[in-house]
T-cell receptor, first 113, second 111 residues
């Protein structure tokens, strides 16, 4: 079974631009969660999508948004990029029930200059 | 406040030696605790997951313990290998499914 894939793997953007990251979950998984990882803050939860609906949300500004498609693939969008948005963005998929194991993708390394 | 604290922040050991990483949490209500290994430039990979009633769980050379009364967990690595060099992240789940992440312990194993 193929693992979680994320594209692109690396991205460089300038302040004020917007960016869209993509995540393809493991086949059969219906839940996709997004995380931001920075050296100082560790992993921080952005949001979770299940069956095309946002099920949980972390404490990030509205510039961060996401969506999930009917095939469970998910996209995350960040508008009006700031230098502080530079981070590794990870997505994780699971079957979707409480306590199910999450499987992480390799991440997208975003650098904002 | 729901927090997960890990210690030490970083650790250097020689190949073949054992080591123990610590995780203390104040998350409530508690659902489960997971340990992840994250190699540089890669996503985290699950090592163990323990519920309230489990005290110990092993995965090869990795053994995790949980004391739900004192809200402490440890990850013991036996006979370390160079490939064990990674960050180890403790994650505690609330009953609401919200995951609280520790900032990790950076382990370096030298030959």
């Amino acid at each position: 079974k193929a693992g979680v894939t994320q594209t692109p793997r690396y991205l460089i953007k300038t302040r004020g631009q917007q960016v869209t990251l993509s995540c393809s979950p493991i086949s059969g998984h219906r839940s996709v969660s997004w995380y931001q990882q920075t050296p100082g803050q560790g992993l921080q939860f952005l949001f979770e999508y299940f069956s095309e609906t946002q099920r949980n949300k972390g404490n990030f500004p509205g510039r961060f948004s996401g969506r999930q498609f009917s095939n469970s693939r998910s996209e995350m969008n960040v508008s009006t990029l700031e230098l502080g948005d530079s981070a590794l963005y990870l997505c994780a998929s699971s079957l979707g029930d409480r306590g199910d194991e999450q499987y992480f993708g390799p991440g997208t390394r975003l650098t904002v200059t | 406040k729901n927090q997960v604290e890990q210690s030490p922040q970083s650790l250097i050991i020689l190949e073949g030696k054992n080591c123990t990483l610590q995780c203390n949490y104040t998350v409530s209500p508690f659902s489960n605790l997971r340990w992840y290994k994250q190699d540089t430039g890669r996503g985290p990979v699950s090592l163990t997951i323990m519920t309230f009633s489990e005290n110990t769980k092993s995965n090869g050379r990795y053994t995790a313990t949980l004391d739900a009364d004192t809200k402490q967990s440890s990850l013991h690595i036996t006979a370390s290998q160079l490939s064990d060099s990674a960050s180890y992240i403790c994650v505690v789940s609330k009953n609401t499914d919200k995951l609280i992440f520790g900032t990790g312990t950076r382990l370096q194993v030298f030959p």
